[in-house]
């Protein structure tokens, strides 16, 4: 009879599925261009800003310059943002806004995420990782929320 093999919590690319710094890493990835479109579609705003802003949003999980730039080009390729140059300050900024094609995509990602959303709080929940009070804050909003998460 063959015997299982000894589990370390590695996958075969060598990440440790154990490790909260894993997870922390991947829900950066995979919400970092929404809140990028969340960010500016409150105002315009340059790659500081916009990286100042999404960290308030999410303590301890401020995006980098490697993460925003990279993400902001993709975006004006795309035609989801506009950038216009603001010459006010000390040195010349990019200041980008959504066009009305990254508000419908903004739209969509936070449909998206509405929809994801009641799936993640459950899988949460039934982890019982969280206290049910702060699951069930009906005064928990998006910012706050996403502390829960950093």
Known sequence: ????????????TGSDLTDEK????LNR??????????????????????RRS?????PG????????????????EGGYI?????SSGTHDRKVCSLTPKGEAAYAAAARAWARMLPWLQQCVSNAKVLEPKLMNDEKLNSRSAMQVWA
Do not use: N
């Open 61 to 76: 999980a401020e995006p980098t310059d490697a993460m925003i730039y990279p993400t902001l080009k993709i975006l004006l």
């Open 54 to 58: 999404i960290g308030q949003c999410c």
């Open 82 to 86: 506009d950038c216009d140059i603001d």
């Open 1 to 12: 009879m063959a015997t299982a093999p000894e589990t370390t919590g590695k996958t075969g």
């Open 29 to 50: 990835k995979s919400v970092s261009r929404f809140f990028l479109l969340a960010s500016l579609s409150e105002r315009p705003q340059h790659g500081y800003e916009l």
């Open 22 to 25: 894993y997870w922390d890493m």
